[in-house]
């Protein structure tokens, strides 16, 4: 069980916009950057958010990220069939002295 | 252009050693705030951090494989080894090694990954 939740699952249609949240606690979301990946089927992950709210070049303005206090959120805006993937949040725990990853979602589609 | 790449044996037998070597390009682990990590991913399931090192030789470990894993880095060759001692069929997995930052911990760029399986 992951130290960071997150949903297992989410769905939206093409066009729509969908959330993915991750939960943590104050030695980790609470007070270090987040960062948020995508894995499509198959693949390595790859670097979609940094630094809680920023995109790395070549990740376009549909995908943003926000914080609020121990809970991290992942946004999708005019979602394609080609965002269809699995999302994991990422972050330091200064308690643990480690990275730590969400459970990661499974992004659907339909 | 920056890449990194996993290698080492894709079977192993339990109770054995494993040995992973990540050999990168395009960046230096002499320079300063830059790290690579390892992270695996059993079959089917999530992402598991095991362990990263700093340009400064600093390096960290999972707690709960802390006992089992050892990180080097090889700054000449561009390598950084992870050690896994004691290897079972719950380690069965694909193993990614990736650059970090010692800045906001991010992860920007990743190898493609290596499966090892766990069988006798």
């Known amino acids: 069980q992951s130290v960071l939740t997150q949903p297992p699952s989410v769905s939206a249609a093409p066009g729509q916009k969908v959330t993915i949240s991750c939960s943590g606690s104050?030695?980790?979301?609470?007070?270090?950057?987040v960062s948020w990946y995508q894995q499509l089927p198959g693949t390595a992950p790859k670097l979609l958010i940094y630094?809680?709210?920023k995109r790395p070049s070549g990740i376009p303005d549909r995908f943003s990220g926000s914080k609020s206090g121990t809970s991290a959120t992942l946004g999708i805006t005019g979602l394609q069939t080609g965002d269809e993937a699995d999302y994991y949040c990422?972050?330091?725990?200064?308690?643990?002295?480690?990275?730590?990853f969400g459970g990661g979602t499974k992004l659907t589609v339909l | 252009q920056i890449t990194l790449k996993e290698s080492g044996p894709t079977l192993v037998k339990p109770t054995q050693t494993l040995s992973l070597t990540c050999t990168f390009s395009?960046?230096?682990?002499?320079?300063?705030?830059?790290?690579v990590g390892w992270i695996r991913q059993p079959p089917g399931k999530a992402l598991e951090w095991l362990a990263l090192?700093?340009?400064?030789?600093?390096?960290h470990y999972s707690p709960s494989l802390k006992s089992r894993v050892t990180i080097t880095k090889d700054t000449s060759k561009n390598q950084v080894v992870l050690t896994m001692t004691n290897m079972d069929s719950v380690d069965t997995a694909t193993y990614y090694c990736?650059?970090?930052?010692?800045?906001?911990?991010?992860?920007?760029?990743w190898g493609q990954g290596t499966l090892v399986t766990v069988s006798s």
């Open positions: 990736a650059r970090t930052h010692y800045y906001d911990s991010r992860l920007d760029y």
């Open positions: 395009g960046f230096s682990l002499s320079t300063s705030g830059v790290g």
């Open positions: 090192i700093y340009w400064n030789k600093d390096y």
């Open positions: 104050s030695s980790n979301i609470g007070i270090n950057y």
């Open positions: 630094d809680t709210n």
């Open positions: 990422g972050t330091w725990d200064s308690s643990l002295s480690g990275l730590l």
